[in-house]
C-alpha cells in the first residue's frame, strides 16, 4: 500500500485525523491544500481569483499525478473528490478513507473559520446543499466509509490503524 488518502467534507477531521495517523503508522503525512500553496506560492483563494475554480481543479489533479511516489498519508481538499479522473488516481494508487461526519457536527466546526472563504460567503443552507452533492462522489472514491459521529478522534485512529494493519496483513 502506497499512499493512504483522506476524503471527506472541508470540516470531517482529515488534517487533525492524518496528521495523527502519520505519528501511529510511521508514514509522512501531507495537507494537500498546503502542499498546492506551497507550489503555487499563493493562497487558494488567490489561486481562484487569479486563475478561477476551473485551474485549481487541474492543479489538484496535477499533484495527485506527480506527487511524491512514497508511501504516506495525504490529506485531500474538500473538493478534490468531484472529479471522476481524481477518484481513479486516489482509488488506483492507494487506499481511501472516506471520513463521513454529519453536516450538523461539520457546520459546528467550520462556521466561524475566517480561513475557508466558502463558508463566509455561503448561507448554511447552501453549504448543506454542497455537502449533499459532494457526498456522494467521497462515497465513490472511498475503499472504506469511517461514520465520524459520536466517536471520539481517538476511536476513529484506532479504527483506521486496525483497517490498514488488516490490509497489509498484520494484526
Request: hydrophobic share 35%; with cysteine.
Given at each position: 500500500?502506497?499512499?493512504?488518502?483522506l476524503?471527506g467534507?472541508m470540516g470531517?477531521?482529515?488534517?487533525?485525523?492524518?496528521?495523527?495517523?502519520?505519528y501511529?503508522l510511521?508514514?509522512p503525512?501531507?495537507?494537500?491544500?498546503h502542499?498546492?500553496v506551497?507550489q503555487?506560492?499563493?493562497?487558494?483563494?488567490?489561486?481562484f481569483?487569479k486563475?478561477?475554480?476551473?485551474?485549481?481543479?487541474?492543479?489538484?489533479?496535477?499533484?495527485?499525478?506527480?506527487f511524491?511516489?512514497?508511501?504516506?498519508?495525504i490529506?485531500?481538499?474538500?473538493?478534490?473528490?468531484?472529479n471522476?479522473e481524481?477518484?481513479?488516481?486516489?482509488?488506483?494508487?492507494?487506499l481511501v478513507?472516506?471520513?463521513?461526519?454529519?453536516?450538523?457536527?461539520?457546520?459546528?466546526?467550520?462556521?466561524?473559520?475566517p480561513?475557508?472563504?466558502i463558508?463566509?460567503?455561503?448561507t448554511?443552507?447552501?453549504l448543506?446543499?454542497?455537502?449533499h452533492?459532494r457526498?456522494r462522489f467521497y462515497?465513490?472514491?472511498?475503499?472504506?466509509?469511517?461514520?465520524?459521529?459520536g466517536r471520539?478522534?481517538?476511536?476513529?485512529?484506532e479504527?483506521l490503524?486496525?483497517q490498514?494493519k488488516r490490509?497489509k496483513?498484520e494484526?
Amino acid at each position: 500500500m502506497r499512499k493512504i488518502y483522506l476524503v471527506g467534507f472541508m470540516g470531517s477531521g482529515k488534517s487533525a485525523i492524518g496528521r495523527r495517523l502519520s505519528y501511529l503508522l510511521k508514514m509522512p503525512y501531507y495537507d494537500m491544500d498546503h502542499e498546492i500553496v506551497r507550489q503555487q506560492g499563493m493562497t487558494i483563494p488567490q489561486i481562484f481569483e487569479k486563475y478561477g475554480e476551473a485551474r485549481f481543479r487541474e492543479i489538484e489533479t496535477e499533484f495527485l499525478k506527480k506527487f511524491r511516489d512514497e508511501a504516506c498519508i495525504i490529506s485531500t481538499g474538500g473538493g478534490v473528490a468531484i472529479n471522476a479522473e481524481n477518484r481513479k488516481i486516489m482509488r488506483r494508487s492507494g487506499l481511501v478513507f472516506f471520513l463521513d461526519a454529519t453536516f450538523e457536527d461539520i457546520y459546528k466546526r467550520i462556521q466561524h473559520d475566517p480561513n475557508r472563504p466558502i463558508v463566509q460567503s455561503s448561507t448554511k443552507e447552501e453549504l448543506e446543499k454542497l455537502y449533499h452533492y459532494r457526498r456522494r462522489f467521497y462515497r465513490e472514491t472511498g475503499h472504506i466509509q469511517v461514520l465520524t459521529e459520536g466517536r471520539t478522534l481517538r476511536q476513529i485512529l484506532e479504527y483506521l490503524v486496525f483497517q490498514v494493519k488488516r490490509l497489509k496483513g498484520e494484526h
